[in-house]
Nanobody, 122 residues
Framework: QLQLVESGGGLVQPGGSLRLSCTAS????????MGWFRQAPGKKRERVAC????????LYEDSVKGRFAISRDNDKNTMYLQMNSLKPEDTAVYYC???????????????WGKGTAVTVSS
């Protein structure tokens, strides 16, 4: 059964860190473009970071570059997002998604998880 399950969200103070996980079943993550996206209250869903199939490169939005790191553990069939130096504006529901093709955008991902909430607040 095809499934993406996010975990690791929670409440963290500004400047803190969290690691999100996205565990896949029903397909092999290494063969897909995988991405992290987020949606803050009242805002559109936006791309955060992507890792391309066979680990051929990564992509980060400017807002998270240098603070977040995307990675993949092929043995666990899981993707991660290490988030450091968190800011209140990082507060959102974070979703993982996949695409069989190289493209990594909100409109082109073909399967989504249900999301995990991250709140950055003192």
């Amino acid at each position: 059964q095809l499934q993406l399950v996010e975990s690791g969200g929670g409440l963290v103070q500004p400047g803190g860190s969290l690691r999100l996980s996205c565990t896949a079943s029903g397909f092999i993550v290494n063969g897909y473009t995988m991405g992290w996206f987020r949606q803050a209250p009242g805002k559109k869903r936006e791309r955060v970071a992507c890792i391309f199939s066979r680990d051929v490169g990564t992509l980060y939005e400017d807002s998270v570059k240098g603070r977040f790191a995307i990675s993949r553990d092929n043995d666990k069939n899981t993707m991660y997002l290490q988030m450091n130096s968190l800011k209140p504006e990082d507060t959102a529901v974070y979703y993982c998604a996949r695409n069989r093709e190289r493209s990594c955008t909100v409109d082109t991902m073909d399967y989504w998880g249900k999301g995990t909430a991250v709140t950055v607040s003192s």
